[in-house]
DNA sequence: TAAAGTAGGTACCTTGACGTAACTACTAAC
DNA sequence: GTTAGTAGTTACGTCAAGGTACCTACTTTA
């Protein structure tokens, strides 16, 4: 999957591959996590937050991320444009999923330092 | 993030990026997915089962699994060699957590599909 | 003798995703 | 009048990820 041209991973594997491959994108999750911390906030400012991004690399993460429903965009047609971006409702749904993704990743890095360094008596 | 050059995600998400750096693999969530419903089987069984797969992916995802502890490869020098290639606790660990992301993806596909077919009324 | 199957490894080559830079229109400030 | 800031869009270049094809060493089968 991922790859969009399987065609046979046709059990529950495709939704996966809707959710993946939205959040694959190189700032996604970062984009998710700043939005989720910080709360709804201008194109400029997540901007400035999510280190590194590009404009453009934003924009098309937000639009995917709008398209999918996982934030809202906001547009006030103000002389300087003003866009607020959220969090929608399942961009929050998504915050707890990804807390448990994340939890068990910490978890594991937790057991291989430990792993790491106390390789003696090892009940392994 | 998934960048690996960010050096700002320092928060919550670093065990986020460890662990959609794995699953972000193009096979890896099919290879995951095949391995749990299939039980443990053999490179050429799985090769098969996940279609249009490489050799070469297949055993570069493996591998990073392996490393990962997700799954467990065991390896028999009889004289076809013979190795069989397992889930192992981290993965049936993941499998509970990619089950209610897949879940959560399931939910939303239905809900636009449902918002696609019934615009009208909207309570289906 | 030759082909096929086992589990990969290696080399090469393409492609598309990402970064960079320039551009938009409009206004406020200097 | 020129710069900066707003929120992008567009064009272009590059580089690495992934696909394809070929290679191993050994045995069984036709």
Known sequence: ?????NGAGDLASCPMDFILRLLMGPWTTYILYTLGEQGPQRFGELKRRVTGVSAKMLTERLRS????????????ATIPPKVTYALAARGHELRGVLGTLAAVGSKWLAEDAAAANVPRQAAE
């Open 65 to 76: 991320l709008e398209q999918a429903g996982l934030v809202t965009r906001h547009y006030e």
């Open 1 to 5: 999957m991922l790859k969009g041209k």
